[in-house]
């Protein structure tokens, strides 16, 4: 089945260090890959996507880039903020079917000023 | 006011007890999401809906049923709630222009003594 692997966390940086957040997944398609955040006490927001390989998205700082030949879409920043603690989970959905999301167990980034 | 509200945020019940979360949404998708969320374990999908006649099972929706009374709403039950089913539910909804993306609400936090 498809499934979504990332690294275990807690990640801890100190302010304006370079984050990579790493995820791979296996599916039986073509999937759109996305990654999430989850802030305290909140629900999860989606914080970019990519369609198709090689894409890269983007949104407040973060990027990561849909590579179909590593199976990889990593999650980096350069320079962290306090802000961005959270949780982030990596996520694929295909183009078929009921289209749910398949997450990854989440990652907690905890940033330190 | 937010587009996806889950009541309630917090709740407590005891072994044996049936329970409701209720999910409602102004954005005016059809499809509709149950989610569970587990410490490592990411969030895994209950129940989906693509409309108020389309119900279909997720991979652990044992244990829960579901009803969508409106486009609006759509309503997650635990029959009889066992210790296990404590988690943090979530409740997602996804629109047809952009199909990629879903949209979350805050959560609904439920521990079962």
């Known amino acids: 089945g498809d499934s979504v692997t990332q690294m275990e966390g807690p990640v801890t940086l100190s302010e304006e260090a370079f984050l990579t957040i790493n995820c791979t997944y296996t599916?039986?398609?073509?999937?759109?890959l996305f990654w999430y955040v989850q802030y305290p006490g909140e629900g999860l927001q989606l914080l970019l996507k990519a369609t198709k390989a090689d894409d890269k998205g983007s949104n407040k700082g973060f990027e990561a880039t849909y590579r179909k030949e590593t199976t990889s879409f990593h999650l980096e920043k350069g320079s962290v903020q306090v802000s961005d603690s959270a949780v982030y989970f990596c996520?694929?959905?295909?183009?078929?079917?009921?289209?749910?999301?398949?997450f990854g167990s989440g990652t907690r980034l905890q940033v330190q000023p | 006011d937010a587009d996806v509200t889950q009541t309630p945020r917090n709740r407590i019940t005891k072994t044996g007890k049936r329970i409701m979360l209720e999910c409602s949404q102004t954005?005016?998708?059809?499809?509709m999401y149950w989610y569970r969320q587990d410490p490592g374990l990411g969030l895994r999908l209950i129940y989906y809906?693509?409309?108020?006649?389309?119900?279909n099972k997720g991979e652990i929706s044992d244990g829960y049923s579901v009803s969508r009374q409106a486009q609006a709403k759509f309503s997650l039950s635990l029959e009889s709630a066992i210790p296990n089913q404590t988690a943090l539910y979530f409740c997602?909804?996804?629109?047809?222009?952009?199909?990629?993306?879903?949209?979350f609400g805050p959560g609904t936090r439920l521990l079962v003594l």
């Open positions: 954005k005016g998708h059809d499809r």
């Open positions: 996520a694929l959905i295909l183009d078929t079917g009921r289209r749910a999301l398949t």
């Open positions: 997602a909804t996804r629109g047809d222009r952009d199909r990629e993306t879903q949209y």
């Open positions: 599916a039986t398609g073509y999937p759109s």
């Open positions: 809906s693509f409309d108020v006649k389309d119900i």
